[in-house]
């Protein structure tokens, strides 16, 4: 019998974890939950399109709900009540909220017999295993992260917002001197500045103050004032032709010694998708979460808890005879 999909939320994330699940023959997509009218939202698996309103009829159908809202406002609210109805499993991303998340929905689930994995997908996700798995073996040693080159969606949004824009990238551009520093393993300390440029491509309206736009951008606390950036304004055309794939990746090092012997591990990611990767993680530890809730687990979980095997749609003797 095949596992038992649930997507709640349609946009990139969620047509992402489509795309996964239809390439997974262990698994079908049995709908999609929307707050927009259902009739307006037309799944390319040929799904069912529900409202959101409806998802407690759908609690015998099925085995493990994918929620693909937003850290911010969606998934605090959403993961915690959907997991007193199904296994669930999200990409909450709000690193300092993590811990009270995690609280949530640990205590949701366990009074309601089901389990509820969080923060999935590359970072945090797979990154955070390259880190663990890092400071395990050489625990004398330190990580490092340099995220992109890729389209952050968060900065893009923030450009969108100022006066006069009518549409944004921002590229997250790793420095390479950085990098190589690290690999080296010289262990460096690198502020903020030292390890990402920001790239910023906009479209203005006509006639707006380009100088005040761009010294907006360059100035805006949190998000740009920390970091070397670069603004270029092109056109709505060449943003549509250049700039409307969402692609993204990134690099885990960790420089450690044993002794006086230099050690240096990395973990890479490079995606021409970001919503389509993080989906097929998101996937894979949804099988996850299917298979521990048969055995009995309960609660809230990461990937720090979940063995490789569980991930993976093959048995167990076929794992040790091809990848051990």
């Given at each position: 019998m095949r596992i038992r999909i649930g997507i709640l939320g349609y946009g990139n994330l969620g047509k992402g974890v489509e795309k996964a699940v239809t390439q997974n023959e262990?698994?079908?997509?049995?709908?999609?939950?929307?707050?927009?009218?259902?009739?307006?939202?037309?799944?390319?698996?040929?799904a069912a399109a529900c409202s959101v309103e409806d998802l407690p009829k759908w609690k015998d159908e099925i085995d493990v709900l994918v929620l693909c809202g937003g850290s911010a406002t969606d998934l605090p609210e959403q993961t915690p009540r959907y997991a007193s109805l199904?296994?669930?499993?999200?990409?909450?991303?709000?690193?300092?909220?993590?811990?009270?998340?995690?609280?949530?929905?640990?205590q949701a689930t366990g009074d309601a017999g089901k389990i509820g994995v969080i923060s999935c997908g590359w970072d945090p996700g797979m990154f955070s295993l390259s880190r663990i798995y890092a400071?395990?073996?050489?625990?004398?040693?330190?990580?490092?992260?340099?995220?992109?080159?890729?389209?952050?969606?968060?900065?893009?949004?923030?450009?969108?917002?100022?006066?006069?824009?009518?549409?944004?990238?921002?590229?997250?551009?790793?420095v390479e001197a950085a990098m190589q520093q690290v690999r080296s393993g010289a262990n460096p300390e690198l502020t903020t500045r030292q390890k990402h440029t920001r790239e910023c491509f906009v479209v203005a309206e006509e006639g707006a103050d380009l100088a005040r736009i761009e010294k907006e951008i360059k100035e805006m606390p949190n998000y740009f004032a920390d970091y070397d950036t670069s603004v270029e304004f092109i056109s709505a055309e060449e943003m549509k032709a250049n700039?409307?794939?969402?692609?993204?990746?990134?690099?885990?090092?960790?420089?450690?010694?044993?002794?006086?012997?230099?050690?240096?591990?990395?973990?890479?990611?490079?995606?021409?998708?970001n919503p389509e990767f993080t989906g097929s993680v998101?996937?894979?530890?949804?099988?996850?979460?299917?298979?521990?809730?048969?055995?009995?687990?309960?609660?809230?979980?990461?990937?720090?808890d979940i063995a490789p095997k569980y991930l993976s749609p093959q048995t167990d003797e076929w794992l040790r005879a091809h990848y051990l």
């Open positions: 262990d698994q079908e997509l049995k709908a999609v939950f929307t707050r927009r009218d259902p009739a307006s939202v037309k799944p390319a698996s040929g199904f296994n669930v499993v999200d990409s909450f991303d709000t690193h300092a909220r993590i811990p009270e998340h995690f609280a949530a929905v640990d400071h395990s073996i050489l625990p004398d040693g330190k990580d490092y992260t340099f995220w992109g080159r890729g389209v952050s969606q968060g900065h893009s949004d923030a450009i969108r917002r100022i006066e006069g824009v009518v549409d944004a990238r921002q590229y997250t551009v790793p700039h409307s794939e969402l692609p993204h990746g990134g690099v885990v090092m960790y420089s450690g010694r044993t002794g006086d012997k230099k050690h240096v591990i990395e973990y890479s990611l490079k995606l021409d998708s998101i996937a894979a530890v949804a099988r996850a979460a299917y298979r521990m809730n048969k055995e009995g687990q309960t609660g809230a979980r990461t990937m720090f």
